[in-house]
């Protein structure tokens, strides 16, 4: 049974004060545990462990003698549970959205808001955290200590922003959704399992969000494009635990269930006119999908959206994709162009990407020996192994295409 | 809740700008005074004297060290601050954008501590 919802509400009831809720709970899932294999389980399991945690919170705060903190009254919510409806009346949705705005607070630090966010809305450990973001478990625990307490000694209100802040909170939010899903969708981590459960936790997130919020399209486009990107997981890495390029991947392995949930949320999201860059990268990733193969990819329509994406995030790595696609469209010599434009930023200069992307046109081109010299190049900039083990195979293609039409 | 907002700012910047322009940005801080003594979120505020003017006092080992100048080097300098009444962090924060100070320098929004009461 998942304990977000709960943890949500008696954070409220607790008036935002995320230690004592989160040991409440903790407390009511002890007795749980005790009572209902004696008692049997209620009939409305998760009032229960609401109004129990309430309790809970109750008997610490006279332990710790803080009599002047008042809880916040259950009476009238407890009328309106009802069993599995629980979690979809208006108080329960409402104390979930608090918990999420609060969770990815401006105020707190962007490391904070992913660990709080998985921490209390996704029940991950704090282990499991600390070893998703390769700190130590003590590390962690600080952060999430040292977050739990500016929300309450800074006095961070426990509530769903207004409207004139909404548009640019639930951007954050949603950011902070994406992050947790990179983290686990690229290769950099060793752990796979983790990997995994990672974009298992930000696709449930965000569509935990589309289900709060029904009127907007922006967690939309952010939905259909994890479900996208995790759609070709089985068919990202070989065997020996390498890297495919998209273009080489088992199509069949591709998750089409999943391509069919996302696409029509993309198209809800582009009707509502939101052209995000969420929505802007899930239509890119979408087009991928739906070529049937790597021959039939509409490399035109992707450059264009790669230009489309510049204009509102011109990160290297974006300009990098925009030349990659517009060498397949028009051919390598015009990516080339494009990189050589890209050259003089200093930091493309010590990006190993940059090098890579160039040697590959390169290879395209035909001109073997320069490719050999960008990918060396790039292998020594590159800093994780799977992609280390891409590009010294690449490198090694090169020397041998070189060998062989020498003699 | 009670909330400090220390209003950094360049002074440099300051030296450089005509006196039309410090005497606006004086008459938006009086404004914003009045604004919070009629909505009852006032509690204190003050302008400082530039830090030129500083001095920072150290005791070690029982000696008493005086040195010139403020506790560090910044490229912002301390200018004044406002003690204010807010119901949360929000409120402040929100209290605290509307000072220039937050245009062209930095205000840091501090909780007070509350001490128990005997």
Same mark, same amino acid.
């Given at each position: ?407 | ?22 005497? =606006?940005?004086? /008459? +938006? ?8 003594? $009629?909505?009852?979120?006032?509690? !204190? ?26 506790? =560090?080097?910044? /490229? +912002? ?8 009444? $807010?119901?949360?962090?929000?409120? !402040? ?26």
């Amino acid at each position: 049974m998942h304990s977000g919802a709960i943890v949500a509400r008696v954070i409220r009831l607790a008036g935002g004060d995320f230690g004592l809720a989160e040991e409440a709970v903790q407390d009511a899932f002890s007795a749980a545990l005790v009572q209902w294999p004696l008692e049997g389980v209620p009939a409305q399991p998760r009032a229960w462990l609401a109004r129990t945690a309430r309790n809970k919170a109750i008997d610490r705060l006279r332990r710790q003698a803080r009599f002047e903190v008042k809880l916040g009254d259950d009476a009238p919510d407890l009328a309106a549970d009802s069993g599995e409806a629980y979690a979809e009346d208006a108080n329960a949705i409402d104390d979930q959205l608090r918990l999420i705005f609060t969770c990815c607070h401006p105020a707190l630090n962007l490391e904070a808001q992913v660990a709080l966010t998985l921490r209390t809305l996704c029940g991950l450990t704090t282990d499991e955290i600390a070893r998703a973001f390769l700190v130590e478990p003590v590390t962690m625990a600080q952060r999430l200590v040292r977050a739990k307490t500016k929300i309450k000694v800074a006095a961070i209100p426990y509530i769903v922003p207004g409207r004139e802040e909404l548009d640019e909170r639930l951007e954050a939010v949603l950011a902070v959704v994406y992050l947790v899903f990179n983290e686990g969708y690229a290769a950099t981590t060793g752990d796979t399992l983790l990997r995994g459960e990672l974009c298992g936790e930000a696709i449930r997130l965000g569509r935990l969000i589309e289900r709060l919020m029904p009127d907007r399209p922006e967690p939309l486009a952010l939905v259909a494009l994890m479900l996208l990107h995790d759609s070709r997981s089985a068919a990202r890495f070989d065997l020996e635990g390498d890297v495919v390029l998209l273009e080489d991947q088992d199509r069949s392995r591709w998750n089409h269930a999943q391509i069919a949930e996302a696409l029509p949320r993309l198209e809800s999201a582009l009707r509502a006119g939101v052209a995000s860059s969420f929505a802007i990268q899930a239509a890119i990733a979408a087009l991928h999908a739906r070529a049937r193969t790597a021959a039939e990819t509409d490399w035109q329509q992707i450059a264009l959206l790669y230009e489309e994406l510049l204009r509102r995030s011109a990160t290297p790595v974006v300009a990098l994709n925009h030349a990659a696609a517009l060498g397949m469209a028009e051919g390598p010599a015009r990516g080339l162009e494009l990189l050589d434009q890209l050259a003089s930023d200093a930091a493309m200069q010590s990006y190993h990407l940059y090098f890579a992307a160039r040697a590959d046109l390169l290879r395209r081109a035909g001109r073997f020996h320069e490719a050999q010299a960008s990918y060396a190049q790039a292998l020594t900039l590159v800093r994780n192994e799977p992609e280390r083990r891409y590009l010294a195979k690449r490198l090694a293609e090169m020397v041998a295409t070189l060998e062989a039409e020498r003699s | 809740m009670q909330y400090i907002l220390f209003i950094y700012s360049s002074e440099a910047e300051y030296n450089k700008r005509s006196a039309e322009e410090n005497n =606006a940005f004086s /008459r +938006e801080y009086m404004q914003f005074t009045k604004e919070i003594q $009629a909505s009852g979120n006032f509690r !204190a505020g003050d302008r400082l004297e530039p830090v030129t003017t500083a001095t920072t006092v150290r005791v070690r080992d029982g000696k008493i060290l005086k040195s010139d100048g403020p506790f =560090a080097e910044t /490229r +912002e300098q301390l200018g004044g601050y406002y003690i204010v009444e $807010a119901e949360n962090l929000d409120q !402040a924060v929100a209290m605290a954008a509307k000072l220039p100070g937050a245009r062209i320098g930095s205000i840091e929004v501090r909780p007070i501590m509350k001490m128990p009461t005997a």
